[in-house]
């Protein structure tokens, strides 16, 4: 089978006993760099040396079909550089060839970025989206925001410190000065920090230079004020579209702040 193993994404301490144990009696990883896996290795105390194959998103397409048969006879470990591979990590691809081969899956929970620095911003968690990084080049960039502006859920990003006051910047032009955010850096080591405030505020900070690595948390956009007959037309129009009309309902309900059962309740007396 195929192993997807959670590391520690800062502190050792973190590595579950169970992982500990399949590292322990692993015979091959396929790593996102080995020189990580090795130190790995050498902090958790672990005498076992198992063949080290690198799994990298430069590689990834051409071994997975390979690495999904070589698990098809014994176990392969996958580890990222730290928290859960496939997550804006490597692995996705050797995932999806081997649910095309028949090839048993499994999973060590455990540290992930995303839902760490969810967990300790401060905004909602009820509904959140994971966006990972943002284009490089300004015009993309400045698009995906724009793109993400009216997102109601809690945005999670991944961001470089040499990028991260243009990001703050964009997203204070594209979600508004005052949007809520917290930017978690460094988690779970010894220079943890949480900063929270708005977007024009943390992107001021940001300015003098940020070291580490990041994860920034943004609120959701605030229910649009829209009337009842515009979120009726906007119920219909999905239902045209061939949405369910409750999945309609709740989906423009989430949007604008309306109960779900009127919108419901005046989709069926429009009929």
């Not at 130190?39 to 690198?54: D, T």
């Not at 098809?72 to 490597?90: F, I, K, N, Q, R």
């Not at 009820?126 to 960039?141: A, N, Q, S, V």
């Amino acid at each position: 089978m195929i192993i997807l193993a959670a590391t520690p994404i800062g502190n050792l301490g973190d590595a579950s006993r169970r992982l500990i144990e399949v590292l322990e009696n692993a015979t091959i990883i396929a790593a996102e760099d080995t020189r990580t896996t090795q130190r790995l290795l050498q902090g958790l105390g672990i005498a076992n040396r198992p063949r080290l194959i690198a799994l990298h998103d430069h590689n990834e397409k051409a071994k997975a079909a390979e690495l999904a048969e070589a698990a098809e006879t014994e176990d392969l470990v996958v580890l990222s550089d730290a928290g859960m591979p496939t997550v804006s990590d490597p692995g996705y691809g050797l995932v999806a060839a081997a649910a095309e081969r028949g090839v048993t899956v499994t999973v060590i929970p455990g540290p992930s970025a995303v839902v760490t620095a969810l967990a300790v911003s401060g905004l909602p968690t009820d509904r959140f989206t994971f966006e990972g990084f943002l284009p490089r080049k300004p015009g993309e960039r400045r698009s995906a925001l724009n793109a993400l502006a009216t997102e109601p859920r809690t945005m999670v990003f991944f961001e470089s410190p040499s990028r991260l006051a243009a990001t703050l910047g964009g997203m204070a032009t594209a979600f508004g000065a005052s949007r809520r955010v917290a930017v978690c850096r460094e988690l779970t080591k010894f220079y943890e920090e949480v900063r929270r405030g708005g977007a024009a505020e943390l992107a001021a900070w940001a300015e003098q230079g940020v070291k580490g690595e990041i994860v920034v948390v943004v609120s959701g956009a605030e229910p649009r004020a829209v009337s009842p007959e515009d979120a009726l037309a906007q119920v219909q129009a999905l239902v045209a579209s061939g949405v369910r009309l409750k999945e309609a309902c709740s989906e423009v309900a989430a949007a604008t702040g309306l109960g779900s059962r009127d919108l419901y309740q005046a989709a069926l007396a429009a009929r």
